[in-house]
């Protein structure tokens, strides 16, 4: 049985290690000459849209923070104007407007 060529010692010596080491290394070498283009344009292209993707983002974050602090800041002088003007204006239940006579001395409740 050891002399028959489908046992061990005689399989092993048509194919050794080195040899298998060669075809794997060889058909490495033809999948990079191969697929090395198309991989790295798909890498360039993906990271190029991820860059892309995060400037674009970052730029509309920024717009629309400058949008909200301009109509808050709009919104707040707006506000204070109404406030002011309500302050200062003659309520429309006293009656006259314009010049108030005033009478120093007595109180109107002391007779």
């Known amino acids: 049985m050891s002399g028959s060529p489908t046992s061990g010692a005689g399989r092993r010596g048509l194919r050794t290690g080195r040899v298998r080491g060669q075809l794997a290394g060889a058909a490495a070498a033809a999948c990079a000459v191969c697929c090395a283009a198309p991989v790295a344009a798909l890498l360039g292209v993906g990271l190029t849209g991820a860059a892309a ?35 200062c204006a003659p309520s429309p239940g006293a009656g006259a407007v314009g010049p108030v006579a005033v009478e120093l001395g007595r109180r109107p409740d002391a007779s």
């Open 53 to 87: 993707t995060a400037f674009a983002l970052a730029f509309a974050g920024v717009v629309f923070a400058l949008v909200v602090a301009g109509a808050t800041v709009a919104a707040v002088l707006l506000r204070r104007r109404g406030a002011r003007q309500r302050a």
